[in-house]
Each structure stands twice: as C-alpha cells, then as structure tokens.
C-alpha cells in the first residue's frame, strides 16, 4: 500500500483506531535514534531556556496558540 492509499484510508477510519495509528506512530518514532542535528538543535534549546526560563511556555499554551493560528 502506497503512502497516498494510507493517507486516505486514514479519515475513514473509527477514532479509536486513529488513535491507535498515532500510538504506533509514536512509538516508531520513539524507537529512532536521534540525529546529530536533532541532538544539536536539542542542546541549543535546552541551553536558551537555563539562561531565560521565563521566555518559555507551556506545551498547552503552545498548543493553544497554534489552535487560534490555524484554525483547529
């Protein structure tokens, strides 16, 4: 099955098998390893928010942001 047929099988699917698509999907994910850039990029990050923790956001206030952008 090509990447094109996964992709429009997926609104048809019941939602609790969708969340079963995004578990697996996760769990690939969490399986690879990282790559140098990702490590780097990672580290730049970590490093920003020890010098300015008040810069942050929470994940929540994140996703809200995001949400009222795009319209979700």
């Known amino acids: 099955m090509s ?4 992709l ?4 048809t699917l019941t939602p609790a098998d969708r969340e079963k698509v995004r578990s697996q999907l996760d769990a690939i994910d969490a399986a690879a390893p990282l790559s140098p ?3 780097r990029l990672i580290g730049e990050r ?11 956001v929470s994940w ?13």
């Open 46 to 56: 970590v490093a920003a928010y020890r010098q300015n923790p008040a810069a942050g």
């Open 8 to 11: 429009a099988q997926l609104p």
């Open 3 to 6: 990447t094109i047929e996964i």
């Open 37 to 39: 850039e990702e490590k």
């Open 60 to 72: 929540a206030v994140a996703e809200e942001g995001i949400r009222k952008q795009t319209g979700l």
